[in-house]
């Protein structure tokens, strides 16, 4: 990121609009796609290979060294945008396929999500003598090829039953069940937590290493294993899904999150860098463990015709809060620079537990 702002002579503080407008743009689309339940009345293989095609050709506009500050924004904003059109598309398709299983399948699917999360932190660790183009040509390469095998290879699931005409108050009607609302507001306390901890892992080393000195904490690379270590964790948790109850191991991967939440300020104030690194593996397991679970309760307590719907809504507002939290947290960070500040994560895991704590319908 501090190269793409030296080749388009920006500002160091247009980096914070050049990520949220990825953000906004998923948001955005998330809503447009919920709205029009673009999941539901078209293939969602063919929707997701449209997707990922326009993603990758909008991602390329950030080697376009020509382009205008406003440019580079719109072409973050159409990224964000078509992005809507993968991850929940992804997690409907999984659900057509699989009545029973779902929880499994989405591990998976999840554990990808987590991989590529941590996969830039890992080419900054181990290739950073490379030009930052070649990031941008390997993502959008990426994008394309994920896109074509879905769309040629991965036909409608056999559960899948399409929507009907648009129907604009549609996207409300999934919050009419009180099993699928409560099973949003349990993934909304999650999302609280996950995306500010994803995104200030390297924050929390890069100050243990300034306050513990000579701790030389790697950041990049700790970052990366942090992170990465959600994906089997991810994957663990939905083959446990299959044995044990799918609400009962959520609900016990929020509540460790929480009491991480709180427990932080004191694990980074000792100077143990051992300690420090088991507890933040932990954290990265425990805090997306949980995420496909809450994805198949949400699927498996939404109307069937409104499934994709169901689920991109959800996304929506649940990246929503991302920016919120991600936000309080930067402020709160600059007012009291206290380690402290990260137990306003907990919030998040309380108001999910909350709206966990009556049964859900576990099966489609």
């Known amino acids: 990121m501090p190269e793409i702002l030296a080749t388009h002579n920006l500002s160091p503080d247009f980096l914070g609009y050049l990520t949220s407008s990825v953000q906004f743009g998923f948001i955005v689309g998330t809503l447009t796609f919920a709205v029009l339940t673009l999941a539901d009345r078209f293939s969602p293989s063919k929707v997701f290979m449209a997707c990922a095609v326009a993603a990758a050709l909008f991602n390329l506009v950030v080697t376009w060294e020509s382009g205008s500050a406003a440019v580079l924004l719109l072409s973050r904003f159409c990224v964000g945008f078509f992005l809507a059109g993968i991850y929940p598309v992804g997690m409907k398709i999984a659900a057509d396929y699989f009545k029973d299983g779902l929880g499994k399948s989405l591990g998976f699917l999840v554990g990808a999500l987590v991989l590529g999360t941590a996969f830039p932190h890992f080419l900054k660790a181990n290739v950073a003598h490379f030009s930052w183009h070649y990031i941008a040509y390997g993502t959008a390469a990426l994008s394309l090829l994920g896109g074509l095998l879905i769309g040629l290879t991965v036909g409608d699931g056999p559960y899948r039953q399409k929507g009907s005409a648009v129907k604009l108050g549609a996207f409300l009607e999934v919050f009419k069940n009180q099993g699928f609302k409560r099973a949003a507001f349990g993934y909304f306390g999650h999302m609280w937590e996950l995306y500010t901890f994803w995104a200030f892992v390297p924050v929390m080393l890069s100050a243990y290493n300034a306050l513990h000195t000579p701790s030389q904490i790697s ?146």
Do not use: H
Request: one cysteine or more.
């Open 219 to 364: 950041v990049p690379l700790y970052s990366f294993l942090i992170i990465a270590i959600g994906t089997p964790a991810c994957i663990i948790g939905g083959l446990l899904s299959q044995k044990y109850d799918t609400q009962r191991i959520a609900s016990i991967c929020l509540m460790l999150s929480g009491l991480c939440c709180l427990l932080f300020p004191f694990v980074f104030l000792y100077d143990n860098q051992v300690l420090l690194l088991g507890f933040l593996f932990f954290w990265g397991m425990v805090v997306i463990a949980d995420s496909p679970l809450f994805s198949s309760l949400v699927a498996n307590n939404a109307e069937p015709k409104l499934k994709g719907t169901g689920l991109t809504l959800v996304n929506s507002a649940g990246f929503a809060i991302t920016i919120v939290s991600i936000q309080l947290m930067i402020w709160l960070l600059q007012e009291f620079e206290s380690p402290f500040t990260y137990a306003i994560l907990a919030i998040g895991p309380v108001f999910g537990l909350m709206g966990l704590r009556k049964k859900l319908k576990n099966k489609s």
